[in-house]
């Protein structure tokens, strides 16, 4: 594997074609970011990985300074599944200049859950993706699903800036007890660890909760007149904003503090309608929580 450290250093391994599979990390790989990085591989492109901590995704407040840097081990692992290039730029590299050119995520997508709780966090993101973008000039980029709503921004970013890469999303890795594998999983004490598949556990009884709701809207709706089905539907949103609370406050009395557990739809992340609950395999379920001090993020699809 090589490793750069320059973007001009970069376009002479990528040589020409500079036509390749790329991974963006912010680095302490573990198995979720390895799996990425498989999947990059099959597309038949060489693999580009990059790691960089972006200080422009993190608020003041947040652990910017504290993030766990691991390049040594990080480079073994990349070793280990193939990878060919690794791009590890230093902030002046990245950032020579003051970056007051920012890619402004929409209202309705960069502004709500993790946007609501991180003002500013997915402009962060999306300007970030959209230098190292610049920089690889990838065919194929690989994001995880477990950070869904930062998979849907770049998404939106690529087809609306008509960018000529394909995003491919990857499964959430988790662990045997169903804890989605995180870097920040590593911030938990061992009493702190074992609580933390409860989040994954909340996400599991919401989702079963609105695809039961979704389930007795169908058979009812097949008996009623439209009007009376109308009114049905309106109930059964009104169940699901109640099952979201009990959600938050079973989670809180277990010593969690929840940002937020909703069901949204996949395609934009908006509250759903009574005929998106109809239809659950349209949906997800997202949640965000701190346990101690260390924030964690999940998401189920159903």
Request: proline share 5%; with cysteine; hydrophobic share 45%.
């Given at each position: 594997m090589q490793v750069v450290r320059t973007a001009s250093e970069l376009r002479t391994a990528l040589g020409a074609s500079r036509s390749a599979a790329f991974v963006p990390t912010m680095g302490n790989l573990h198995e979720g970011h390895l799996s990425l990085m498989r999947l990059g591989k099959t597309s038949g492109q060489p693999l580009v990985a990059s790691i960089f901590v972006n200080r422009l995704q993190f608020a003041p407040h947040e652990d910017f300074g504290s993030y766990p840097r691991t390049f040594e081990a990080d480079c073994e692992k990349l070793r280990a599944v193939g990878c060919d290039l690794l791009f590890a730029p230093d902030e002046r590299e990245l950032y020579p200049v003051e970056q007051t050119f920012r890619v402004a995520t929409p209202h309705g997508l960069g502004d709500i859950l993790e946007g609501e709780f991180r003002p500013g966090f997915f402009e962060g993101v999306a300007t970030v993706v959209l230098k190292l973008f610049g920089c690889v000039q990838p065919a194929v980029a690989v994001f995880g699903k477990k950070d869904?709503?930062?998979?849907?921004?770049?998404?939106?970013?690529?087809?609306?800036?008509?960018?000529?890469?394909?995003?491919?999303?990857?499964?959430?890795?988790?662990?045997?007890?169903?804890?989605?594998?995180?870097?920040?999983?590593?911030?938990?004490?061992?009493?702190?660890?074992?609580?933390?598949?409860?989040?994954?556990?909340?996400?599991?009884?919401?989702?079963?909760?609105?695809?039961?709701?979704?389930?007795?809207?169908?058979?009812?709706?097949?008996?009623?007149?439209?009007?009376?089905?109308?009114?049905?539907?309106?109930?059964?949103?009104?169940?699901?904003?109640?099952?979201?609370?009990?959600?938050?406050?079973?989670?809180?009395?277990?010593?969690?503090?929840?940002?937020?557990?909703?069901?949204r739809r996949r395609a934009d992340l908006a509250r759903p309608q009574a005929a998106d609950l109809a239809t659950p395999e349209s949906l997800v379920a997202l949640g965000a929580a701190r346990l101690g001090t260390t924030r964690l993020i999940d998401n189920l699809e159903f």
């Amino acid at each position: 594997m090589q490793v750069v450290r320059t973007a001009s250093e970069l376009r002479t391994a990528l040589g020409a074609s500079r036509s390749a599979a790329f991974v963006p990390t912010m680095g302490n790989l573990h198995e979720g970011h390895l799996s990425l990085m498989r999947l990059g591989k099959t597309s038949g492109q060489p693999l580009v990985a990059s790691i960089f901590v972006n200080r422009l995704q993190f608020a003041p407040h947040e652990d910017f300074g504290s993030y766990p840097r691991t390049f040594e081990a990080d480079c073994e692992k990349l070793r280990a599944v193939g990878c060919d290039l690794l791009f590890a730029p230093d902030e002046r590299e990245l950032y020579p200049v003051e970056q007051t050119f920012r890619v402004a995520t929409p209202h309705g997508l960069g502004d709500i859950l993790e946007g609501e709780f991180r003002p500013g966090f997915f402009e962060g993101v999306a300007t970030v993706v959209l230098k190292l973008f610049g920089c690889v000039q990838p065919a194929v980029a690989v994001f995880g699903k477990k950070d869904y709503q930062q998979l849907m921004v770049v998404r939106r970013m690529v087809e609306q800036f008509n960018l000529p890469i394909a995003i491919v999303p990857g499964a959430t890795m988790r662990e045997a007890d169903g804890l989605a594998m995180s870097s920040r999983n590593g911030y938990l004490d061992a009493a702190e660890r074992a609580e933390a598949p409860a989040l994954a556990r909340a996400l599991q009884a919401l989702a079963r909760r609105a695809a039961e709701l979704g389930g007795e809207l169908a058979d009812e709706c097949r008996r009623l007149a439209p009007q009376a089905a109308e009114a049905v539907g309106e109930r059964t949103l009104r169940a699901l904003a109640q099952a979201e609370r009990d959600a938050l406050a079973a989670l809180g009395e277990r010593g969690w503090k929840p940002d937020y557990l909703v069901v949204r739809r996949r395609a934009d992340l908006a509250r759903p309608q009574a005929a998106d609950l109809a239809t659950p395999e349209s949906l997800v379920a997202l949640g965000a929580a701190r346990l101690g001090t260390t924030r964690l993020i999940d998401n189920l699809e159903f």
